[in-house]
């Protein structure tokens, strides 16, 4: 559905803020090119990265900026417990259906922005969750399984940052988990820079998802491991729910969080996230 196969938004050379499209063929080459000042892009204008997108020229890309804003966002969708791995790293069961929480969209953050850590999550069990994101392209509801990918405007990566004490422990959360204010704090969210489109990865069954803090590989899985795959999601998120254009569904993460550790290595201030 998308008029784009790799969407950005950047700062043109003028001080112009655009959406583009990369010219590359490679995703690696975004951050390759941009770093050598090589990077260019067919400007896409319009409002939204979402909405209709006029094609414009050719031209060099100064700066990239944050893909998605929070105003962007209607709301973010979660899947809790979606790789086989993580489920059985964190000692449970695989679940009959998605397990479903929601973010706020004051949680979505840019892709290299800090992440605060509020007062009251300050209990060293900050983690990390490398995820695949969905980004919905059109509002749809009750949406059948097999047409779920032409509601899907592209994929990125995003983190899920989760305050495990208000998670899990029992002095604060209770005896159930406790998932939608452990890791619903401002900028608990941040989204890759870039959004794929399915017509080049299709359902996005077959990708490689790592995450590396401070250069440290912690997560290293195929999305092949997800439990509940895309479209499976999208259907099973819109049944009875309006499904709106903008709104960002995570996943879910695979196994190698700090909280599946004998010895947890949470994140401290100052560690960097990829």
Same mark, same amino acid.
């Given at each position: 559905?998308?008029?784009?196969?790799?969407? $950005?938004?950047?700062?043109?050379?003028?001080?112009?803020? @655009? &959406?583009?499209?990369?010219?590359?063929? !490679?995703?690696?080459?975004?951050?390759?090119?941009?770093? #050598?000042?090589?990077?260019?892009?067919?400007?896409?204008?319009?409002?939204?990265?979402?909405?209709?997108?006029?094609?414009?020229? /050719?031209?060099?890309?100064?700066?990239?900026?944050?893909?998605?804003? +929070?105003?962007?966002?209607?709301?973010?969708?979660?899947?809790?417990?979606?790789?086989?791995?993580?489920?059985?790293?964190?000692?449970? /069961?695989?679940?009959?259906?998605?397990? *479903?929480?929601?973010?706020?969209?004051?949680? $979505?953050?840019? &892709?290299?922005?800090?992440?605060? $850590?509020?007062?009251?999550?300050?209990?060293?069990?900050?983690?990390?969750?490398?995820?695949?994101?969905?980004? $919905?392209?059109?509002?749809?509801?009750?949406? +059948?399984?097999? @047409?779920? =990918?032409? %509601?899907?405007?592209?994929?990125?990566?995003?983190?899920?940052?989760?305050?495990?004490?208000?998670?899990?422990?029992? @002095?604060?959360?209770?005896?159930?988990?406790?998932?939608?204010?452990?890791?619903?704090?401002? #900028?608990?969210?941040?989204?890759?820079?870039?959004?794929?489109?399915?017509?080049?990865?299709?359902?996005?069954?077959?990708?490689?998802?790592?995450? =590396?803090?401070?250069?440290?590989?912690?997560?290293? !899985?195929?999305?092949?491991? =997800?439990? &509940?795959?895309?479209?499976?999601?999208? @259907? %099973?998120?819109?049944?009875?729910? !309006? =499904?709106?254009?903008?709104?960002?569904?995570?996943?879910? !993460? +695979?196994?190698?969080?700090?909280?599946?550790?004998?010895?947890? #290595?949470?994140?401290?201030?100052?560690? *960097?996230?990829?």
């Amino acid at each position: 559905m998308s008029s784009w196969n790799r969407l $950005i938004r950047f700062v043109k050379d003028n001080g112009a803020e @655009s &959406f583009g499209e990369p010219c590359i063929e !490679t995703d690696q080459q975004l951050t390759d090119q941009l770093a #050598k000042n090589e990077l260019w892009a067919i400007a896409l204008n319009g409002p939204s990265a979402v909405g209709p997108l006029v094609r414009g020229d /050719k031209v060099h890309v100064h700066a990239l900026r944050d893909i998605l804003k +929070p105003n962007d966002v209607p709301i973010v969708r979660c899947i809790g417990l979606n790789y086989m791995k993580h489920i059985q790293e964190g000692g449970r /069961k695989p679940p009959p259906y998605p397990s *479903v929480f929601l973010k706020p969209s004051t949680t $979505i953050a840019g &892709f290299d922005e800090d992440i605060p $850590i509020p007062t009251i999550a300050q209990d060293g069990t900050v983690d990390y969750e490398g995820e695949l994101a969905v980004v $919905i392209g059109k509002t749809g509801k009750d949406i +059948p399984k097999s @047409s779920a =990918l032409d %509601f899907v405007a592209g994929y990125c990566v995003a983190n899920d940052v989760s305050a495990r004490g208000w998670q899990r422990d029992p @002095s604060k959360a209770g005896v159930v988990p406790q998932w939608c204010f452990s890791k619903g704090f401002d #900028k608990f969210a941040p989204l890759g820079p870039m959004l794929v489109a399915p017509s080049l990865v299709g359902n996005a069954s077959d990708l490689h998802l790592r995450t =590396l803090v401070n250069g440290e590989e912690r997560q290293n !899985t195929s999305t092949g491991d =997800l439990l &509940f795959g895309v479209e499976e999601i999208v @259907s %099973f998120c819109s049944q009875g729910t !309006t =499904l709106e254009a903008g709104t960002v569904i995570l996943t879910g !993460t +695979p196994s190698g969080v700090a909280m599946g550790m004998k010895e947890p #290595k949470y994140l401290n201030d100052g560690d *960097v996230v990829e």
